[in-house]
């Protein structure tokens, strides 16, 4: 652990009881004296304070640096408004996706934040793709928080009621007690919440201020990964990787509209071809689904998927017990002819074949405010 990166909140997670483990090349905190499930619950019921400060931030200026990022990226970025925020995919020349991150258009520049364990690759990928034209810069001087849950409007109201009217996908820079805090209004919970970039001097002052409220507590990983996997949220390097492609995925919506076949900027990306003839196609082998278990053992990553008639047809990518769902939950890619809503598939663990669900995503009802 001490070969690990620190995030700046280190001490004050040492401070609160935190469990570390290495994640990304950081020591970061899987959980507290609560504990997974109880954070879980906890953030869903109320509101919790996490710590994603390992995250990629980068910013990009120029001439244009949309419609130079675009030639990296499948959203349409030319079309974000100011002060929006658009979820996006790097993608490569065989359809597979690099990474996922977020774009915000700040007005004069784009605001971009990345995956932890992508963040040095997607920084070679920018420089090398599009750094002639633009200049990139790494902020390695800024955290990351995410304030998550149904409590979090009224806390961040009561800190900064400018961020507290955003709306779901909307940015702004707002200055609190002399800290420049660049809010969203997102998270990778299904809850309502933000995200708010602070300089990294100033961020155990602001994660104390924000721990000060009593509906707020400090959550780890573990409940991270249960919370998003309720919400039906790909995570990197899991359930999307660069041997998925963004249709196979069910990431066709972050395909740009004027990005397709046909529209006034069709393709332009790393792996068009590929990924715009599945989306008109629905060509594409296998296809993400989510699954539901019976009883309460979890179905992990790695387990084989199988027909009712004994046939592999897939494999579980992300799986554990959904606290909020009461029943375990898992998303995995299966052939194309298993992915109707109902059809029953077994899980191999542990030399038993335990009976799954095909199910709708998310397995929660998702609570982004949309005003």
Aim: with cysteine.
């Amino acid at each position: 652990m001490s070969d690990l990166y620190h995030t700046p909140l280190h001490a004050l997670h040492e401070e609160c009881g935190a469990k570390f483990v290495p994640f990304a090349g950081y020591a970061m905190p899987v959980q507290f004296p609560l504990g997974v499930k109880r954070e879980h619950e906890h953030t869903r019921q109320r509101c919790g304070l996490f710590d994603v400060s390992h995250m990629g931030q980068i910013l990009i200026r120029g001439e244009n640096p949309a419609l130079m990022l675009e030639q990296l990226v499948t959203a349409d970025i030319v079309g974000l408004k100011p002060g929006a925020q658009r979820y996006a995919l790097f993608t490569s020349n065989d359809g597979g996706i690099h990474d996922d991150l977020m774009v915000v258009n700040g007005g004069d520049h784009l605001y971009l934040v990345v995956n932890a364990a992508c963040k040095d690759a997607d920084i070679a990928l920018l420089r090398s793709g599009i750094g002639t034209a633009v200049d990139i810069d790494v902020l390695d001087d800024r955290a990351l928080l995410a304030l998550q849950g149904p409590e979090a409007h009224r806390v961040m109201e009561a800190l900064c009621p400018e961020a507290s009217q955003l709306t779901f996908m909307q940015h702004r820079r707002v200055n609190v007690e002399d800290m420049e805090l660049w809010v969203s209004r997102s998270g990778y919970t299904g809850e309502d919440g933000f995200e708010i970039s602070v300089p990294a001097h100033q961020a155990e002052r602001l994660a104390r201020l924000l721990l000060e409220d009593k509906d707020v507590e400090p959550i780890g990983l573990g409940a991270r990964d249960s919370l998003r996997l309720e919400a039906g949220l790909c995570l990197y390097g899991h359930d999307i990787a660069k041997d998925t492609t963004p249709v196979e995925a069910g990431l066709g919506w972050a395909i740009g509209k004027a990005r397709r076949q046909g529209e006034e900027r069709e393709g332009g990306f790393p792996g068009a071809d590929v990924i715009l003839t599945q989306l008109s196609n629905q060509d594409q082998l296998r296809q993400r689904v989510g699954l539901i278990g019976e009883g309460r053992a979890p179905i992990r990553e790695g387990a084989l998927l199988y027909s009712e008639s004994g046939h592999e047809i897939g494999v579980v990518t992300s799986g554990t017990f959904g606290p909020s769902v009461g029943q375990p939950v898992a998303m995995g890619y299966v052939d194309r002819e298993y992915v109707s809503l109902g059809t029953v598939l077994h899980a191999e663990v542990r030399g038993k074949r335990l009976p799954l669900t095909v199910s709708k995503m998310p397995f929660i009802t998702p609570h982004y405010y949309r005003g």
